[in-house]
């Protein structure tokens, strides 16, 4: 299995922009479906969007037109273009397989959207 260190997360005001990153360490990197997920303060984790080993893309409908994902396997990365934030959009930011597996979240990193 896979395990990641995420990075990027930062305080920005509403209408910023983030590009969070991902580094996976393991085997095999390309043909796992990856996804970024997040955990605003006194909610449930939920899926952001993931994308295949062929580069199929899949969003909330939440972040659907303003958030982007992408993976660069020459680099064990998976990225996620944030635009357009919203103060919603708060939270811990980690990334897993999809679907996640319990042994391989990292520590996340956050992201504060505030004026």
């Known amino acids: 299995q896979l395990q990641f260190v995420e990075s990027?997360?930062?305080?920005v005001q509403p209408g910023g922009s983030l590009r969070l990153s991902c580094a996976a360490s393991g085997r095999a990197?390309?043909?796992?479906?990856?996804?970024?997920?997040?955990q605003a303060p006194g909610k449930q984790r939920e899926l952001v969007a993931y994308i295949t080993s062929g580069g199929t893309t899949t969003y909330a409908?939440?972040?659907?037109?303003?958030f982007?994902?992408?993976?660069?396997?020459a680099e064990n990365t998976v990225y996620?273009?944030?635009?357009?934030?919203?103060?919603?959009?708060?939270?811990?930011y980690s990334c897993n397989e999809y679907p996640a597996i319990e042994n391989s979240w990292g520590q996340g990193t956050q992201v504060t959207v505030s004026s």
Do not use: C
Request: glycine share 10%; charged share 25%; net charge positive.
């Open 8 to 11: 990027g997360g930062a305080s």
């Open 61 to 66: 409908d939440s972040v659907k037109g303003r």
């Open 80 to 92: 996620l273009q944030m635009n357009n934030l919203k103060p919603e959009d708060t939270g811990v």
């Open 29 to 38: 990197f390309s043909v796992y479906r990856l996804a970024w997920y997040r």
């Open 68 to 73: 982007t994902i992408s993976r660069d396997n």
